[in-house]
């Protein structure tokens, strides 16, 4: 989820709570519940940190128990409040971060530094609008109806729950049409992800693999039919040292689809990878790596990013 998401979310969850809770503890489980993010700022050194780096370590059961253990010392320099409630509180909010991430398609490395690997439930774009304003018109209504506070975080906390479980099964349905549009193509794939799309649980992106290459094919629930999907064609090129550069390998432990093909720019061989499952985003473009090489083989310059 997107940090203002987080924040709100933080805050409401403490309305919640009842009265006689201090605010050292509220206050630590809502930068509790921000602390994660501040990994984005590995982007300043490091061009790839977005996906070599963020949602790894802070974002992680252990290493996220190192952040509690900040937070609660940050809190506790202010207000000597009982250390080990402020850390509980803390990462309680830490762990509410991390639940709303695993709900979207990018993948968080819960299981760090045991495993690398990315867990994704896939349910919600980076950026859902829907989510948002269900958690920002309760938490208005929790301060303009003070008397009413409690009661209504927590109803607003379970309508929380009943938009993930209703976007769950959305999810389930745009896996069976998929599968259905994948059978009547006479496409027998590999494997396959629906992963989700912008704004919101209407619009899902389907990709398939098999042995030539990739269908993708983005498509709504209601109102349209789905359109022959895309086909990225596999490529038996041996690019020799270039898959062993560190940029290379960051992106493809990352990447869910990857799929390379080559170009040419004023003389320059020009290695492109994506990554399939994120073909469409707010900022522009795919999810890309490219590579300008001469002929000697050497690396003129890489870029990383959306904007391609």
Not at 260 to 271: I, N, P, S, T
């Amino acid at each position: 989820m997107d940090i203002v998401t987080h924040g709100i979310t933080g805050v409401l969850a403490s309305r919640a709570l009842p009265s006689g809770y201090k605010g050292s503890l509220m206050a630590a489980a809502i930068i509790g519940g921000l602390a994660p993010d501040l990994d984005v700022i590995a982007g300043l050194w490091d061009p790839m940190a977005a996906i070599t780096v963020h949602r790894t370590v802070t974002h992680s059961l252990f290493g996220g128990g190192m952040v509690s253990l900040a937070v609660a010392g940050l809190i506790w320099g202010f207000r000597r409040e009982n250390f080990l409630r402020l850390f509980t509180f803390a990462y309680l909010g830490l762990l509410s971060h991390i639940g709303l991430d695993l709900l979207t398609s990018f993948g968080t490395a819960v299981l760090w530094p045991l495993s690398d690997r990315r867990f994704a439930l896939a349910q919600y774009y980076i950026i859902d609008p829907i989510f948002s304003a269900i958690v920002l018109t309760f938490l208005i209504a929790t301060f303009w109806l003070k008397g009413k506070r409690e009661s209504l975080a927590k109803i607003a906390l379970m309508g929380i729950a009943l938009y993930v479980l209703a976007v769950g099964v959305h999810k389930w349905i745009a896996v069976s049409r998929w599968q259905a549009f994948m059978e009547s193509q006479g496409i027998r794939p590999t494997r396959s992800a629906v992963l989700p799309l912008f704004p919101g649980p209407f619009r899902w992106l389907g990709i398939s693999e098999t042995d030539k290459g990739f269908y993708q094919q983005s498509f709504r629930l209601y109102g349209s039919k789905t359109y022959a999907p895309h086909f990225f064609s596999k490529t038996n090129s041996d690019l020799g040292d270039l898959e062993r550069l560190r940029e290379v390998q960051g992106f493809l432990r990352f990447a869910r689809f990857p799929w390379k093909r080559e170009l040419y720019d004023r003389g320059l061989r020009v290695v492109e990878y994506r990554d399939l499952a994120f073909a469409d985003h707010p900022l522009g473009g795919p999810l890309s790596l490219r590579l300008w090489v001469d002929e000697s083989g050497n690396v003129r310059k890489f870029e990383f990013g959306h904007r391609f």
